[in-house]
């Protein structure tokens, strides 16, 4: 037995995920671990689907309700949702097998700000949880959980349960230990200021307080997180980046950031990645970052002394970045710290640290509502994540894409957006390759011609007439013409490209 | 000269309005007190109002950008507006001739979250700021502002401006002083946490400190605020208003709430005061308010011992109320709080105090998205005001509405809402008086039923109907018919009413 287990009591709860997984059954509400393919479960997903399977093959009900810290990975979001083992999913999701039970109706979905999502577990919104299932480093000899390389919505799903697993993973390296924040706010009535002001102070502990008695098995495994390969930023992913990076520049210009007082908060992808890229030859010291996720940018960033410290409530990084925090992770517990979500995301220290938001989308309109989540109106693609909490509580909100997709057949900017996540009243800049739409201070039709100049060239003319069309409202605050509004979301549908025919 | 102003310095500085307009030029940027119709100025705007109209009459250019508080009344928005002497306007309005002007484009508008207005001053987002103007109730041998009835952005105004004129309004009773409580988070990057933890507590000063030598006028004044008078609840209200305490029942049956942990936050209107009624007889004790103004339900709950605090940014009272408030301020000292809107509508505040907010809005969808903003999608009504920062950092957050109105022409549940002001993500509990929509914990499909239940039963079969087709959709996460999701308001701008002929 692995001696990453201290406690001796929870060493006799030893089992297979197997014989744990009757601990699960239907109709439970169930809460893991895992964040963006990091620190999830890996072996009881499994087991739980396989007893689905097992019961829908001989006739009978079993499903669950899964709440987790944000996406997980094939070998847990993906074997769930192909098993028809999920009644209800919340709050972030962005696994193929999962999207696709989603969007055919087998699965229902609710897509919660990633900062409100524990709370509404703690606050009894969603009645009792069953189970909580939590990946660990190790359990301590006083029986505390040390978390592996996320934190998420752990600490509420283990204090809410009436039951827990704990998953010992011993892929994930004992050096870990050291890098967790540990901290939740008081519940109600006796909420207190979360005292973080820097985006490095450290208030709680390096492990999860939990009631030993609650754990009814513990599972060893030595599996690997889902950490996506590193993609080099393309084309235009560097254009956006090089646009965003003379945004930054141009704040300084006009007295609104210093050199050395760059928060950052960052989204996941190529664009982010050029811009951290940029970043590394650039003006600007002694960044931090107050963000989600730990990307190999902010690694290579502190490696040159360029950032101080990276906040996060989870890793997201490449195989070589992973072994590379494995093998090193003491070298970085000064430097990065790992918090619960409610933390991470939260309202007050997002706006307390002054950063400036950073996160991709799927379509905005000329007035600057911005879509994260839907194709269409009707599909979902991932989900809302921590876009809002930042977006909303930023010094400066900003939201960066290509301006087209599928080969040229979606714009990024519509007429009118099919979903709105973020709203005209929080969102502030856009950028796409063609530059930056900067639209603090400006009323809704002062922001048409901005949005336009950031939209592919094809799609300039049809944003024009639909302007046109608009303009003929009787009501100018923010003119519409309903009956057009659509109209590049239905021929989409219809004739699969937004461009007009001819 | 009023023995009001104490300070001799600017005592030296008192002048007419009329002359003190010369301060205020073509171009400027001006910051006024002034929020719900109290403690706006009441001489400089119609003195700016008059020297637009000169300088238009001589063929010359006269306008300004005018930011205030929130709303003002028919002698600051409305006087200015009818005078096109503005640019520009922001955060919030409500007055007839200003929405008018508005919406046929004579002036430009911008919508944004109270809590973010004077931030995004002091942030310097808008440029600097020229004149700030500043009702008060005395100025003190220091030579700083005693604020009268409502703080609102004042403070970052007196900060950001270049010059300073302050109105002494002797309508305004001197027994105010000591009821303020003024306090702003340090300017980044030093920005702390707010060290309130309950509605009561008081950590500024009952005065803004100034730099005097801003001053260039002190202007005498002697008239009331704008008050509305208090309108009985109708029976559709006190229907409404009798679900939502039946709701808050249910949140204590369900161990959600205490009946001594009722934390308030209220819209203006009928519902609120028929809920403030109905509390008067509930179990309900110990209430306090976190909001942004004080009604006259929450003075005869104070009276009664029910509610021991309400903390707010500005009264909103009847003629009769805010008369007695002029007699007895000192009287309600001790149980009425006036802060800064950065901090009565602060989100880290808002989201410690755990408060129940309950707003009006224009309509919601069938997956419990809210506009309260935009009718038809253009044509803007009043504004946002707090109902963002409320509804995103509740503990519940609550929209109520009549399902209906102009008569039956227009429905308050719609397929799509025109615009969006609060997200699927933020908006939890919808009421009208066919009961509530309870939406927490509910994914997109599992809200349509509930949201149809509380529409009005004349438009049950439209939204059926609707949802019908929506249901053909390829995608389930959010089903909609793009072609068909605005057809209340294309019915409703064509033959208006949204209901469908025949």
């Given at each position: 037995m692995s001696d990453r287990i201290a406690n001796a009591q929870l060493r006799d709860k030893v089992m297979?995920?197997?014989?744990?997984?009757?601990?699960?059954?239907?109709?439970?509400?169930?809460?893991?671990?895992?964040?963006t393919g990091a620190g999830y479960p890996k072996a009881m997903p499994g087991v739980i689907a396989a007893k689905a399977k097992d019961a829908h093959g001989n006739g009978q009900d079993y499903s669950i309700d899964l709440f987790t810290g944000a996406s997980t990975a094939p070998e847990c979001d993906g074997v769930l949702a192909e098993a028809d083992a999920l009644r209800y999913r919340m709050p972030y999701q962005s696994d193929p097998q999962m999207r696709g039970k989603i969007n055919e109706g087998a699965m229902k979905f609710q897509d919660i700000h990633l900062s409100h999502s524990g709370m509404m577990v703690e606050q009894g919104f969603f009645g009792e949880l069953d189970v909580a299932?939590?990946?660990?480093?190790?359990?301590?000899?006083?029986?505390?959980?040390?978390?592996?390389?996320?934190?998420?919505?752990?600490?509420?799903?283990?204090?809410?349960?009436?039951?827990?697993?704990?998953?010992?993973?011993?892929?994930?390296?004992?050096?870990?230990?050291?890098?967790?924040?540990?901290?939740?706010?008081?519940?109600?009535?006796?909420?207190?200021?979360?005292?973080?002001?820097?985006?490095?102070?450290?208030i709680g502990t390096t492990y999860i307080e939990i009631d030993p008695s609650k754990v009814v098995a513990v599972v060893e495994t030595d599996a690997p997180d889902r950490n996506a390969p590193f993609k080099a930023p393309d084309e235009v992913s560097e254009q956006i980046a090089g646009h965003f990076l003379?945004?930054?520049?141009?704040?300084?210009?006009?007295?609104?950031?210093?050199?050395?007082?760059?928060?950052m908060q960052s989204g996941v992808g190529n664009v982010p990645n050029a811009v951290m890229a940029g970043l590394m030859n650039s003006k600007f010291e002694n960044i931090q970052a107050y963000t989600e996720v730990i990307q190999d940018g902010m690694v290579d960033?502190?490696?040159?002394?360029?950032?101080?410290?990276?906040?996060?409530?989870?890793?997201?990084?490449?195989?070589e970045y992973a072994e590379k925090m494995n093998n090193e992770a003491s070298r970085?517990?000064?430097?990065?710290?790992?918090?619960?979500?409610?933390?991470?995301?939260?309202p007050e220290v997002i706006r307390r640290t002054g950063l400036i938001a950073s996160n991709g989308m799927i379509e905005a309109d000329i007035y600057g509502n911005a879509n994260s989540t839907h194709i269409n109106g009707s599909r979902l693609m991932n989900a809302l994540g921590g876009s809002g909490d930042f977006t909303r509580n930023a010094y400066i909100s900003s939201f960066i894409s290509p301006s087209e997709a599928k080969g040229g057949a979606i714009s990024a900017i519509v007429p009118f957006v099919s979903h709105v996540d973020h709203t005209e009243h929080d969102a502030m800049v856009f950028v796409t390759e063609y530059g930056v739409a900067d639209l603090r201070g400006l009323a809704p039709r002062d922001r048409v011609a901005k949005m336009i100049s950031i939209a592919h060239p094809s799609y300039r003319p049809?944003?024009?007439?639909?302007?046109?069309?608009?303009?003929?409202?009787?009501?100018?605050?923010?003119?519409?013409?309903?009956?057009?509004a659509f109209d590049f979301h239905i021929r989409s549908l219809e004739t699969g490209t937004m461009k007009a025919e001819g």
């Open positions: 297979s995920a197997e014989e744990a997984a009757q601990f699960v059954n239907h109709g439970d509400k169930v809460g893991m671990s895992g964040f299932i939590v990946e660990a480093v190790r359990i301590t000899e006083d029986g505390n959980i040390v978390p592996s390389s996320s934190v998420g919505n752990s600490v509420e799903f283990l204090n809410a349960a009436k039951k827990i697993i704990i998953e010992v993973n011993s892929w994930q390296s004992e050096e870990l230990e050291g890098m967790h924040d540990i901290w939740l706010v008081p519940s109600l009535p006796n909420r207190i200021p979360v005292p973080i002001s820097k985006a490095g102070d450290r003379d945004f930054l520049e141009s704040e300084v210009q006009a007295g609104r950031l210093a050199y050395d007082g760059y928060v960033l502190i490696d040159a002394g360029k950032m101080t410290v990276a906040s996060a409530t989870s890793f997201s990084l490449s195989p970085y517990r000064d430097s990065i710290i790992l918090r619960p979500q409610s933390i991470s995301n939260h049809l944003l024009e007439e639909y302007v046109e069309r608009a303009a003929k409202s009787k009501f100018q605050q923010t003119p519409h013409d309903l009956r057009h």
